[in-house]
C-alpha cells in the first residue's frame, strides 16, 4: 500500500522555540493532507486540511499563526508550531489522500510525530 | 450531527474470544465507514471499511455489521489474538475526496493471554 513518511517520530523542545513536522507521500502524488493532534487516550482531532499550492483551511479553534502549514509539493507537507509552549505537547499526525480527487478509501496515515514542549 | 460515538470505551476480552465495538453516528450523509486500528505511538492504519450499499463486510478475522436504518455500524474481531490489542477508531465520512473523515472517540482493546 501507499506510504507515508512523517518525520520526526519525536522531538523535544525549549518553551518558545519552534519545530517543524514533515510529512511526505515516498509512492504517490498527494494532493490533499491532513494534519491532526492527538492527546493520550484521545481521538484525532482534525486541526488543518492542507491543498497542494494554495493556503491550508484550518478547523474551528486552530490558531493558523500558531500552527503553520506548507504544502509546496505533490509529496511535501509541513507542520510548524511555533514559539512552541508546554501546552503545545501532543502526538500529531498526518495523513495524505492518493489519487488526486480520490476517494476516502485511499487515505493514508504518517507514524506521528510526539512533541514534548519542556 | 457531525459526530461519530463509540463504544466501549475499553474493552478486555479472552484470547480466542469475540471483541465487538459499536458505533452510531447521525448524518445521513455519511456513505463510508472505516475502522482504523493504532498501536501506541503509531499513527492509525485502515483495518476494514463498509459502504452502506452492504449489511455486512469479511475480511479474515474482522467483520463489519452495518445498519442503516439504525444509523449504526459495529466491527467483530473473531478468534482475538493478544496481538489485536490496540485501540480502533471508527468513523465515517463521504466516499469523495470532498469530505473530512470524523473519528469515534476510540476503543482500547486488551486481549488476555
Known amino acids: 500500500g501507499a506510504v507515508v513518511s512523517q518525520h520526526p517520530s519525536w522531538v523535544i523542545c525549549k518553551s518558545g522555540t519552534s519545530v517543524k513536522i514533515e510529512c511526505r507521500s515516498l509512492d504517490f502524488q498527494a494532493t490533499t493532507m491532513f494534519w491532526y493532534r492527538q492527546f493520550p487516550k484521545q481521538s484525532l482531532m482534525l486541526m488543518a486540511t492542507?491543498?497542494?499550492?494554495?493556503?491550508?483551511?484550518?478547523e474551528q479553534g486552530v490558531e493558523k499563526d500558531k500552527f503553520l502549514i506548507n504544502h509546496a509539493s505533490l509529496t511535501l507537507s509541513t507542520l510548524t508550531v511555533t514559539s512552541a509552549h508546554p501546552e503545545d505537547s501532543s502526538f500529531y499526525i498526518c495523513s495524505a489522500r492518493d489519487i488526486p480527487g480520490g476517494s476516502n478509501e485511499k487515505l493514508f496515515f504518517g507514524s506521528g510525530t510526539q512533541l514534548s514542549v519542556l | 450531527q457531525q459526530q461519530v460515538k463509540q463504544s466501549p470505551q475499553s474493552l478486555i476480552v479472552q484470547k480466542g474470544g469475540i471483541s465487538i465495538i459499536n458505533c452510531a453516528y447521525e448524518?445521513?450523509?455519511?456513505?463510508?465507514f472505516p475502522w482504523y486500528q493504532q498501536f501506541p505511538g503509531k499513527g492509525p492504519a485502515l483495518l476494514i471499511a463498509i459502504r452502506p450499499d452492504v449489511s455486512e463486510k469479511k475480511e479474515g478475522r474482522f467483520t463489519i455489521s452495518f445498519n442503516k436504518s439504525a444509523k449504526q455500524f459495529s466491527l467483530h474481531i473473531m478468534d482475538s489474538q493478544p496481538g489485536d490489542s490496540a485501540t480502533y477508531f471508527c468513523a465515517a465520512s463521504s466516499y469523495s475526496s470532498a469530505s473530512k473523515i470524523i473519528f469515534g472517540s476510540g476503543t482500547r482493546l486488551s486481549i488476555r493471554p
Open positions: 492542507s491543498n497542494e499550492g494554495s493556503k491550508a483551511t484550518y
Open positions: 448524518n445521513t450523509a455519511f456513505d463510508y
